[in-house]
DNA sequence: CGATTCTTTGAAAACAGTCAATCTGTGTGG
DNA sequence: CCACACAGATTGACTGTTTTCAAAGAATCG
């Protein structure tokens, strides 16, 4: 399970055996069944995770009771809540797998031991995250200007292992469209 | 026009006198009229900015030639077009004063240089990048989940100062609405 | 004052959401 | 192996919201 993970750091830089051994001990495996939470919103998101295979979705649930999908994570992904990651204050999202899933834990002390040790992976860190936020403002950006079927074709292409992957309501979810708009958008360019 | 940023510092985490002297020698001052641009789209961000006085906005354009406004800064807020900044790749962003504004300028290579001598800069660089990919979040969870309306009171809560200051077609182009729909709204709210 | 710039309003058209019904495929238990 | 249940997808009719276009009404500034 840990080889996953080996493969991915060993492409993304150059770390020292000494370095992987390390990154892995702090690094808690676990086995979630589809449906089976990481975190509810309300609790106090203790990991990240890193994907190792099946898959999972970060969402929040609004008052009328509507998820809305904030983050998917596949293979070699990372999930977490990052607000509640980082202050250590309830979750106001949740996350579960939507399939069974297998992920590696870190916990905030684990998480910030290990970067403070392993520099390369600290880099590594600061990288992935800045993408992240690019990433984000280019979302944001998607959805305060493009219409529903341009974001939908602009995820479909970004995202090709995953649109066939996922049930249409959850890619509805994310896009912030209802289902039946969403399959009425794939009727109209047949892009399925 | 120093002084406003040391005592930004000040309040934030305790610096000692050489390393706010160190912080401000590596920034460059600079003035900015109305309408004029820190970048423009296409063009290299070489820098991030700390907001003396006035205020900019960080904008795109679509095919449709439409403005877009993704994030606004005033008095003790950043801003850069922080993927191009990151990358050194070409923006896609422009960045321009909505009012006659000051900025501190730094460039990447002073940024980087200062964060690592100064320790305590670095961690506050951090937090604050950790707090802006949240508040992203948020607002990505708010465009996809809340009407127009909400959205708008949401503004009006989080942001008094801002919303009085900025004309309403440009808070309006932040909340990924027309200008006509936003009069509406604030018609049938009295929120104004 | 005249010229921008910004805001409001009305009417029509485009768009997306809701509700309800139906259709499809998958998998489980009898 | 079939019947049934279940989750997901589609469709139609309707409602409601937002955009668009065009015009006109403030406000601000030189």
Redesign the interface.
């Known amino acids: 399970m840990v080889e996953a993970f080996r493969n991915y750091l060993t492409a993304k830089a150059s770390f020292t055996d000494a370095e992987l051994a390390q990154l892995e001990a702090a690094a808690i495996p676990r086995k979630l069944k589809r449906h089976q939470f990481l975190v509810r919103s309300g609790e106090v998101c203790h990991y990240i995770a890193f994907v190792v295979c099946g898959s999972l979705r970060l969402y929040?649930t609004?008052e009328h009771a509507?998820e809305?999908i904030?983050r998917f994570a596949i293979e070699n992904w990372w999930i977490t809540d990052?607000?509640s990651f980082?202050t250590g204050l309830p979750a106001v999202g949740s996350i579960d797998a939507l399939e069974d899933t297998q992920v590696l834990l870190w916990s905030k002390e684990s998480w910030d031991r290990v970067k403070q040790e392993v520099l390369t992976f600290n880099a590594l860190e600061n990288q992935l995250?800045?993408r992240?936020?690019?990433a984000?403002?280019n979302?944001?950006?998607a959805?305060?200007?493009?219409t529903a079927e341009e974001r939908y074709h602009a995820f479909v292409a970004a995202f090709p292992d995953f649109y066939r992957r996922m049930p249409l309501h959850l890619i509805a979810s994310y896009?912030?469209v209802s289902r039946e708009t969403l399959s009425r958008i794939r009727k109209h360019t047949g892009l399925y």
Chains 1, 2 share one sequence.
């Not at 959805?143 to 493009?146: D, G, R, Y």
Request: hydrophobic share 35%; proline share 0%.
């Open positions: 929040r609004d509507e809305h904030l990052a607000e980082r995250a800045g992240n936020l690019d984000q403002v979302r944001l950006y959805t305060i200007s493009h896009l912030g």
